[in-house]
């Protein structure tokens, strides 16, 4: 069967082509995608190519950043806040991160074999916010709450955060493999008085998590009580929840001021 291929060529044409999200399948940069096609896993209707819609392009104007889901994950190498560079310069390898797009992060659903969902863990640190079209109309709501709810019916158009003086701190445990999948993450950020703290964490479940009993307690060791790591072909959960502690404590250490 061939697809029908849909080309938008703005935000709202890609909006009206998706309506509710029925029987259309989005494309990204394709690196998920199109190897589940490549083995006849995926197999789109109606495709929705997303490159040419407009959604391409990081605006940093008036104290906040709006990153399109078109966006590729290199591009965030120069992102204007140094946290969520830093995640992305280590998403998968070169060639992936050209290609996969921050939409297909955030979206994407879980994989049985390996957690993905990397930007999740500096996204909800960032406080960010997530706009996206579907059944209902357009929406904007915090990516741990996106994250949490039903993505299957949603098109992410872009995300969102405020930029203020932050401090933050990052951890993260990978394979050495170019393209390892992480094996748990951890980024916390707060504003330069200390308050404010929010903490993500990706790569030990099939989304990334915010924890507030470690936000409100500080204490790394109730990570486990915001999280529940699971076994992959990466790691395993007793590993995982053996690492995050140390993870949580090492990236709250680095938010003290030197
Ligand atoms: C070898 C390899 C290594 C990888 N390593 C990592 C890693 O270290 N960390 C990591 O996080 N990920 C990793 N990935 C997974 C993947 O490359 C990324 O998550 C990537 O960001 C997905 O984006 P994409 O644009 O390629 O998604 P696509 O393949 O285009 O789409 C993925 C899914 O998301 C949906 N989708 C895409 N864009 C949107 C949108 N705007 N709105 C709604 N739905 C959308 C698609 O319909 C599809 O279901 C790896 C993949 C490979 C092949």
Not at 162 to 170: I, N, P
Not at 189 to 212: E, K, Q, Y
């Amino acid at each position: 069967m061939t697809a029908d291929v849909l080309v938008p060529t703005s935000a709202d044409e890609a909006a009206s082509l998706y309506g509710d999200g029925a029987g259309i399948t989005v494309v990204g940069g394709g690196t998920i995608l199109l190897p589940e096609m490549a083995v006849g896993r995926a197999r789109p209707g109606r495709a929705l190519m997303l490159h040419r819609a407009g959604l391409g392009t990081v605006d940093a104007v008036e104290g906040r950043v709006v990153i399109g889901a078109m966006v590729p994950i290199s591009a965030l190498a120069d992102a204007p806040d140094g946290v969520l560079a830093e995640v992305a310069r280590h998403v998968a390898d070169a060639e992936i991160r050209r290609s996969a797009t921050v939409g297909g992060n955030i979206a994407a659903a879980p994989a049985a074999d390996a957690q993905r969902g990397d930007l999740g863990a500096p996204l909800i640190a960032l406080g960010a916010r997530i706009r996206s079209t579907g059944a209902g109309g357009e929406r904007i709501e915090p990516i741990e709450e996106f994250l949490a709810g039903d993505r299957a019916g949603r098109l992410v158009l872009d995300v969102q955060y405020d930029r203020f003086e932050r401090r933050s701190g990052t951890a993260a445990l990978r394979r050495r493999h170019a393209h390892s999948f992480s094996i748990a993450a951890v980024v916390a950020c707060a504003r330069a008085d200390g308050s404010d703290l929010r903490i993500g964490v990706s790569g030990v479940g099939p989304t990334a998590v915010r924890c507030r009993t470690v936000e409100e307690s500080r204490d790394a060791a109730d990570v486990l009580s915001d999280v529940d790591p699971i076994d992959d072909a990466v790691a395993s959960a007793a590993y995982r929840r053996a690492v995050l502690p140390k993870l949580v404590r090492d990236a709250l250490d680095q938010l003290e001021p030197a």
